[in-house]
Structure formats: C-alpha cells, structure tokens
C-alpha cells in the first residue's frame, strides 16, 4: 500500500520560510518523479515543483522560481520543499505526489498523493 505523508505547514508571515517534507511508502521510491501541487481556497489545484528520479532535474512554476526548491532523499524515501520568502498568495494546501511514468507538470501525471499540509502565510 503506498502512503505520502506531508508534514511541515503552518503559519508564518511574509517573508518567511517553511520546510515541508513528504515521507513515502513507496518500494520503488527512485523510480517515481515527485512532486508538490497546491490549492488555495476556491481556486483550482496547481502544479508548484518537480523532481526527477534521480534528483538531477528540477521543475517550478514561475511565482515560485527563485523562493522553492525541491529536493530528494532516495535512500530516505523522502522529498522536501523548501519555500523562502514565502508570500500571502502562496498560502494554500501543499500536497505531495508520486508520478511513475515519464511525465510531471500535471495533475493527472500523478499516481499518487498524500493528504496534504496546511501553509498560510499572514501579510
């Protein structure tokens, strides 16, 4: 049975940081992309940031390109968002996905997702 498991939301305020991380039940976990999506209230999911199998390539969409990073641990099963100079418009649910096949950028890219963590960030 494969989990994701989000942990490290929260409040903070403008301009600070926050450091989510995904632990995964996955056997293969070096063999699936990974990624982070978020929604905030009334709005649609959207993609945030990307890594591949091997932690070599990195995807972000634009608003967070320079703030995000996306990182991986394999030997850990773990990936981790690190978010920076973080903005009232980032607040949203953050959630962690697993992507096996060849392809990243999209919700239904995705195998599988966690339950998601809370991040809110106050002006």
């Known amino acids: 049975q494969v989990q994701l498991v989000e942990s490290g939301g929260g409040l903070v305020q403008a301009g600070g940081s926050l450091r989510l991380s995904c632990a995964a039940s996955?056997?293969?976990?070096?063999?699936?992309?990974m990624g982070w999506f978020r929604q905030a209230p009334g709005k649609e999911r959207e993609f945030v940031a990307a890594i591949d199998w091997t932690g070599g390539s990195q995807y972000y969409t634009d608003s967070v390109k320079g703030r995000f990073t996306i990182s991986r641990d394999n030997a850990k099963k773990t990936v981790v968002l690190q978010m920076n100079n973080l903005r009232p418009e980032d607040t949203a649910v953050y959630y962690c996905?697993?992507?096996?096949?060849?392809?990243?950028?999209?919700?239904?890219?995705?195998?599988?997702w966690g339950q998601g963590t809370q991040v809110t960030v106050s002006s």
């Open positions: 996905a697993a992507s096996g096949g060849g392809r990243w950028l999209r919700g239904v890219d995705y195998d599988f």
């Open positions: 996955i056997r293969t976990f070096s063999s699936y992309a």
